[in-house]
Antibody
């Protein structure tokens, strides 16, 4: 079945970097994009950016420009999200989600990973 | 403050019908971008509930329906059940193709 499996929880100190992985299975990885979405404790969903698994094109949320990098490894069907210069307000659950197009409409996020908790604390 | 505005909470008794609104602007929903809806049960990842304004993925009960008009969209849930108690999020795009989420609505089944 189609699924995205993410790496385990991380605890980081302020100023450090974190890299979260998202391994896809059950579909042709390069036929879809991957979005990254985070959710701070008790808060709503925040879109972080998107990467095409076909050609590596990216589109990052403006507030994270310069701190975030999204990549893919097509040989292992895995997407990665690296966030640098971590701050306490980066503490959140980080999700990857597959972006699916239908017809000519805007893509939806139809399959989600289980989430990775990143805690930033001194 | 989210660009897409949702009511923080709604409630209803079992069997009733509730609606959740999602208000945007001419820069996002009103510009023709589709609206999608997600359901997030406590402690779990979000799940796609409605895509393309009004389409249900396979396996989503027909009690859930979506609509879009102008700069707003709505999610309706009829025949409310206890298991529908969750957070609901709308999502669309802006002209830079950045995804936008609403602030989320907590549904309480009384």
């Amino acid at each position: 079945q189609v699924q995205l499996v993410q790496s385990g929880a991380e605890v980081k100190k302020p100023g450090a970097s974190v890299k979260v992985s998202c391994k896809a299975s059950g579909y042709t990885f390069t036929s879809y994009g991957i979005s990254w979405v985070r959710q701070a404790p008790g808060q709503g969903l925040e879109w972080m950016g998107w990467i095409s698994a076909y050609n590596g094109n990216t589109n990052y949320a403006q507030k994270l420009q310069g701190r975030v990098t999204m990549t893919t490894d097509t040989s292992t069907s895995t997407a990665y999200m690296e966030l640098r210069s971590l701050r306490s307000d980066d503490t959140a659950v980080y999700y990857c989600a597959r972006e699916a197009y239908y017809g000519s409409g805007s893509p939806s996020m139809d399959v989600w990973g289980q989430g990775t908790t990143v805690t930033v604390s001194s | 403050q989210s660009v897409l505005t949702q009511p923080p909470s709604v409630s209803g008794a079992p069997g009733q019908r509730v609606t959740i609104s999602c208000t945007g602007s001419s820069s996002n929903i009103g510009a023709g971008y589709d609206v999608h809806w997600y359901q997030q049960l406590p402690g779990t990842a979000p799940k796609l509930l409605i895509y393309g304004n009004s389409n249900r993925p396979s396996g989503v009960p027909d009690r859930f329906s979506g609509s879009k008009s102008g700069t707003s969209a709505s999610l309706a849930i009829s025949g409310l059940q206890a298991e529908d108690e969750a957070d609901y999020y709308c999502q669309s795009y802006d002209s830079s193709l950045s995804a936008l989420f609403g602030g989320g609505t907590k549904l309480t089944v009384l």
